[in-house]
């Protein structure tokens, strides 16, 4: 017991000494914002959140970058994706999303849907060229259709609409971190930057958890 009790404290020091020094290289308004609200987030895992759009150009450059970094989580943190309506036009796009989930797809196609936006030039934008480009893809027309008008597919999608407001996103890529810590919509630093910044917040919610 006591070899145990020396260990968690061991343990607990270097987690503060980690957190520490990740703290110090973070700055509150530069590297990240604070929510107002917190979010719940999913139990016994730090949740990080990509908010995105397939129509935003910034988010298809970030893509690549985001899925190579994603293997390297640990087994404590937990990506999810929630595609943004800051528009009508984009609704499509939100659904398409949530369809490729729902079907199983989104691993072989969502490189694939960035693609047909930013370098196939495919209009996407409304429902009937969005199940084009699916029924193109290898897809059933009529389940395709089916589960994008389904009411779970609506759902998710109206949820991305309360979401974005909750978390006050504003514009694309934007990553959240534990429900709390937001990236900046301003942020000066390139994709790798930015996930450090994401790396760090990571190792301040751990040290925040163990405090707990």
């Known amino acids: 017991m006591l070899k145990f009790r020396t260990l968690f404290a061991i343990t607990g020091l270097l987690l503060a ?8 290289q973070l700055k509150e308004g530069r590297d990240y914002d604070l929510i107002s609200s917190p979010q719940p987030t999913e139990k016994g895992k730090i949740e990080v959140i990509e908010f995105f759009s397939y ?4 988010c298809d450059r970030f893509d690549p970058t985001l899925a190579k970094w994603a293997k390297t989580l640990a087994k404590d ?3 999810h994706k929630i595609p943004v309506v800051f528009r009508p036009q984009w609704e499509a796009t939100a659904k398409l999303y949530y369809t ?11 490189s694939a849907a960035f ?8 209009d996407m934008t409304n429902d009937k060229s969005v199940a084009d480009w699916a029924v193109k893809k290898g897809l059933d027309r009529k ?9 779970a597919v609506q759902s998710k999608a109206a949820g991305s609409k309360q979401k974005q407001g909750a978390y006050g996103i504003q514009a694309v890529p934007m990553l959240v971190v ?4 937001r990236t900046p919509d301003d942020f000066h630093g390139g994709f790798d930057e930015l996930l450090k910044v994401v790396d760090n917040l990571i190792v301040k919610v751990r ?6």
């Open 17 to 24: 000494f980690v957190a520490g020094s990740a703290s110090a």
């Open 55 to 58: 129509l935003c150009p910034h």
């Open 77 to 79: 943190v937990i990506l």
């Open 115 to 122: 693609s047909a936006v930013h370098r196939e030039n495919i």
């Open 143 to 151: 389940k395709f259709t089916d589960t994008f008008n389904s009411f």
């Open 207 to 212: 040290a925040e958890q163990f405090k707990k």
């Open 178 to 181: 534990a429900g709390k810590y």
């Open 100 to 110: 490729l989930e729902a079907m199983g797809e989104l691993d072989k196609l969502h």
